[in-house]
């Protein structure tokens, strides 16, 4: 990939305004009892070629599904977190912060999903593998999925437990088996990475955003470092949530991640100041 590449990948993602959202809402809300008028959030996403009317209707979206809240003060409308966004925001965090991109801490278990689900759940069953993907796990088998360590499965189903259109007698616990586990002999662990996940593919996702970063001046066309900090945070985010932290003995010595690490916090740290200082311009916050 081009340098030239890089920069329009790293473009194409201002044009996705919730995945940005979350990243102002984590870096410039999280932790802050305060709501931000909708005027300023408009003004700091100009910066990324972001339309006002996209930024209002990701706002309106997002209080819809729990995950903001409307304050007004005379005619001006100030947006906060709800408990819900504060738990997503507070896991994107840890997964930034503190789980980092290299599993050099795992003990040999793995957590082991087998499913079974009639032909009348198709819908529930393709939300299953999409959360189960999400959550870390490789499809190993046929209806046994598996990922490093001890995972947290009742939170990973939740967003799947059927609703609405299901019938109400409808238990997903009774279609489910988790396990823990350790490989034996003849399995080794080294087999079922390889068996379960495409480390190639996610290899690439880190060079891919090596080309666009690890640079001299990355995203040069980017108006400032606000701008910069923003991308930064949600092309990083995105690459660490589709992760699936494998054991780092079990990949090559050169795993792009680890320089893709030090890259993204390097940067993280050297965009920080200038663009707070932005932010403190431009935001209009209301206490709470």
Do not use: C
Not at 8 to 30: H, K, N, T, W
Not at 63 to 73: E, F, I
Not at 76 to 85: R, S
Not at 92 to 97: F, N, P, Y
Request: hydrophobic share 40%.
């Amino acid at each position: 990939m081009t340098h030239a590449e890089g920069v329009d990948e790293g473009q194409a993602l201002a044009r996705r305004p919730q995945s940005l959202m979350f990243s102002f809402l984590g870096i410039y809300v999280l932790g802050r009892d305060v709501a931000v008028y909708s005027g300023s959030i408009i003004d700091v996403f100009a910066r990324l070629d972001v339309s006002e009317e996209a930024v209002r209707s990701t706002l309106s979206r997002m209080v819809k599904r729990n995950l903001l809240t409307r304050h007004r003060q005379g005619r001006k409308m100030y947006f906060g977190l709800t408990e819900h966004a504060t738990q997503v925001l507070e896991d994107g965090r840890r997964r930034v912060w503190e789980t980092g991109a290299v599993n050099r801490d795992w003990d040999g278990t793995w957590t082991l999903v087998g499913f079974s689900l009639p032909d009348s759940r198709r819908s529930t069953r393709h939300d299953l593998r999409s959360q189960l993907t999400w959550g870390g796990f490789g499809l190993l088998q046929n209806g046994l999925w598996v990922a490093p360590g001890i995972k947290d499965v009742k939170s990973i189903l939740a967003p799947v437990e059927p609703g609405g259109s299901e019938p109400s007698d409808f238990d997903l616990s009774d279609h489910v088996t988790v396990l823990q586990a350790r490989a034996l002999s003849p399995t080794r662990s080294a087999d079922l990475v390889s068996k379960a996940f495409d480390t190639e593919q996610i290899a690439e996702r880190y060079r891919a955003f090596l080309d666009r970063w690890d640079t001299p001046h990355p995203l040069p066309s980017a108006p400032d470092d606000l701008a910069r900090q923003l991308l930064l945070h949600t092309d990083w985010l995105q690459l660490v949530r589709q992760d699936p932290h494998l054991p780092a003995e079990h990949l090559p010595r050169d795993w792009p991640a680890i320089r893709a690490e030090q890259v993204f916090r390097t940067l993280a740290r050297t965009y920080e100041p200038g663009a707070g200082k932005l932010a403190d311009a431009v935001l209009d916050e209301l206490a709470r």
